[in-house]
């Protein structure tokens, strides 16, 4: 079974600085992963997501993240981040059931706080 | 958003009640979900619903019990729960769980239980 790991509970970081969310998901022969991000007293939000060609998606409102199979990471990043940025951004791998349904393993969450 | 709706919001029930969680999507979506959200752990699935079949029951307690009358909507009956049942529920559709798809969320019930 798949898994994710979020290195990071929490990240600081002061407004128009970069950042970079540290996701790593377990080895598979095929993978698709997502970020999500949560605003407060929210659902999910679908923010990008990774399911083949270009290794490198891009988001509407400037995130990136790179998929990088040697060593199976999904780091998400912003050049410049704004205090509307401030979330919980979850990484999420998809997993294969037993009936062959697709599921989401999701990581513990990354928590996103722009200072001004 | 209103693409995926929950009700209540927030519920506060003590061991004894029997209360139930409601999604519904207005998506056209073919697969529902349920979600629990506990602090500082990743997202638990309990349920997967595709096309009103259950696909998916993740070791869930029977003290929730899953309802899907049809596509649209989505039911997690409670009975007898235990604090550590606290948690905010999120609720999800998507086109199907046979591929993939996006998954989209509603905003959640937060549950207390006293």
């Known amino acids: 079974a798949q898994s994710v790991t979020q290195l990071d509970s929490q990240v600081p970081v002061f407004e128009e600085a970069p950042v970079e969310l540290r996701c790593n998901y377990s080895?598979?022969?095929?993978?698709?992963l997502f970020w999500y991000v949560q605003y407060p007293n929210q659902g999910l939000q679908l923010l990008l997501k990774?399911?083949?060609?270009?290794?490198l998606v891009e988001s509407i409102n400037g995130f990136e993240a790179e998929f990088n199979k040697s060593q199976t990471s999904f780091h998400l990043r912003k050049p410049s981040v704004h205090i509307s940025d401030t979330a919980e951004y979850f990484c999420?791998?998809?997993?294969?059931?037993?009936?062959?349904?697709?599921?989401?393993?999701f990581g513990s969450g990354t928590r996103l706080l722009v200072r001004p | 958003e209103t693409g995926v709706t929950q009700t209540p919001r927030h519920l506060v029930m003590g061991m004894t009640n029997k209360k139930s969680l409601k999604c519904e999507q207005h998506?056209?979506?073919?697969?529902m979900y349920w979600y629990k959200q506990s602090a500082k752990k990743p997202l638990e699935l309990m349920f997967v619903?595709?096309?009103?079949?259950?696909?998916e029951n993740n070791s869930v307690p029977s003290r929730f019990s899953p309802e899907c009358p049809n596509s649209s909507h989505l039911f997690l009956h409670l009975h007898t729960l235990q604090p550590e049942d606290s948690a905010l529920y999120l609720c999800?559709?998507?086109?199907?769980?046979?591929?993939?798809?996006?998954?989209?969320f509603g905003p959640g019930t937060r549950l207390t239980v006293t």
């Open positions: 990774y399911l083949s060609g270009s290794t």
């Open positions: 999800a559709s998507s086109q199907s769980s046979g591929s993939i798809y996006e998954q989209y």
């Open positions: 619903y595709n096309f009103k079949e259950q696909t």
């Open positions: 999420a791998v998809s997993d294969r059931s037993r009936d062959s349904s697709y599921k989401l393993i």
């Open positions: 998506l056209g979506h073919n697969a």
């Open positions: 080895s598979s022969v095929s993978v698709y």
